[in-house]
């Protein structure tokens, strides 16, 4: 065997649900999600510690193939080998939801993975026969059913020779499409000009990788951190140093981008329209203006229809503009303006218009000015803007004092 050829691993299970999957309108086998992995694991780990002195659990395997150019190494971990005095048997654990009495036979993957298990174990060992045990539990009842065959290495070695031919085709083109994949990202040059700082970030992320270390890395906004780690970690794979990239980041950000935004513009409106309703303004264009990570700014804008000071009425116009051009794209600012004041108190009436909401707003924004003239601005805020208010508060409550 040539060690100094390139090696394609795949594990076993991967192997045979590469070759050998099949449709089923059953999906009760468990696995699918978190809570019955994490069920399954405990009763392989259960089932394990009930067995004797003679069963060995875990027991990592691991077989290479010599093939055309490239060596295909199979791998895995049989969740069980019992040694008999006269004979060895292979145990595959399995959690599953069906009814083990409707289960007449293992399952084709199943027992696929088993006699995978077998055939090296038997080929390293010099086994003529061996035995495989498909153990079947179910997750809820935690009954158990087993099934037990006994093969010839002559059986499983043909077998398993006509699995791995099967597979062997792909192997093959994906060993193709590497060298491609490698050549095109030798010529791969850094897409933009480093920003300060994100050079060095570059070279530490590469570094790490070449070493197979660890690296944590905490910078500010705006240097580049998603570039400066991405671009090295595809360098690398193009040397051979990995081969996949996991890059992976918070499932809610963008929602979690836009609760904060709009939190800030809620506090915002709610300040600015505190200082109109002072001074006995109304406001008839409202705008929006953010700037993005890349500095570029956004500016977004609309006349009403009729004059207001109504926080909610404001906010509600603002968050409509911001959700037009926005897509919730980090921001470094964000900000309200309120223009074309008047003090005129006319307003055009709506056969549509819910003019007994606005009279209730109106109440409630008076109330909430008079506690705040009375006690100060941060004796009452809206909830829904807590983590932000104090922020804006305390850069506009300079500007309200003065007025």
């Not at 190494?73 to 069980?80: I, L, P, T």
């Not at 197979?212 to 910078?219: D, E, G, N, S, V």
């Not at 002072?278 to 500016?299: A, I």
């Not at 601005?377 to 004092?401: E, L, P, W």
Request: with cysteine.
């Amino acid at each position: 065997m040539n060690l100094e050829q390139p090696c394609i691993r795949i594990s076993v299970r991967n192997l045979v649900e590469f070759i050998l999957r099949h449709g089923d309108i059953d999906n009760r086998t468990g696995g699918a999600d978190k809570d019955a992995m994490q069920q399954g694991s405990r009763i392989h780990r259960k089932i394990q510690r009930q067995q004797g002195a003679e069963y060995r659990a875990e027991v990592p395997l691991r077989y290479q193939i010599p093939c055309d150019g490239f060596i295909l190494s199979v791998e895995g971990r049989a969740d069980g080998i019992i040694e008999l005095p006269k004979r060895v048997v292979v145990d595959e654990i399995k959690g599953v939801f069906k009814d083990l009495k409707r289960l007449e036979e293992p399952q084709l993957l199943h027992l696929a993975q088993a006699k995978c298990y077998a055939y090296i174990y038997a080929e390293q060992n010099n086994l003529e026969e061996i035995g495989v045990q498909m153990t079947y539990c179910n997750l809820d009842t935690e009954e158990i059913r087993r099934f037990r065959e006994t093969y010839t290495r002559a059986e499983l070695k043909k077998w398993f020779e006509k699995l791995v031919a099967e597979y062997e085709k792909w192997a093959r083109y994906q060993m193709t499409w590497r060298a491609k994949r490698n050549a095109s990202i030798k010529t791969v040059e850094f897409p933009f000009e480093y920003r300060d700082g994100q050079k060095k970030l570059v070279e530490s992320v590469y570094r790490t990788i070449l070493r197979k270390k660890k690296l944590f890395i905490q910078a500010p906004t705006g240097v580049g951190k998603t570039m400066a780690a991405v671009f090295p970690a595809v360098k690398a794979v193009g040397e051979e140093l990995g081969e996949k990239i996991f890059y992976l980041t918070a499932k809610t950000i963008m929602r979690t981008v836009a609760e904060q935004a709009f939190s800030l513009l809620l506090a915002q409106c709610d300040v600015v329209a505190a200082r109109m309703r002072k001074d006995g303004k109304k406001c008839s264009c409202v705008s929006v203006t953010y700037r993005m990570l890349d500095f570029r700014t956004r500016s977004h804008q609309k006349k009403l229809e009729n004059p207001t000071d109504v926080t909610e009425e404001i906010f509600a116009q603002i968050k409509n503009l911001l959700r037009e051009c926005w897509q919730c794209q980090p921001l470094r600012l964000i900000g309200v303006a309120l223009t074309d004041l008047t003090s005129d108190d006319f307003r055009q009436m709506s056969l549509f218009e819910n003019t007994e909401n606005h009279e209730k707003q109106k109440k409630v924004d008076g109330v909430v000015d008079d506690i705040r003239k009375r006690f100060g601005n941060g004796m009452i805020v809206r909830g829904s803007t807590m983590k932000t208010a104090d922020k804006v508060a305390r850069k506009a409550k300079a500007q309200m004092d003065l007025h």
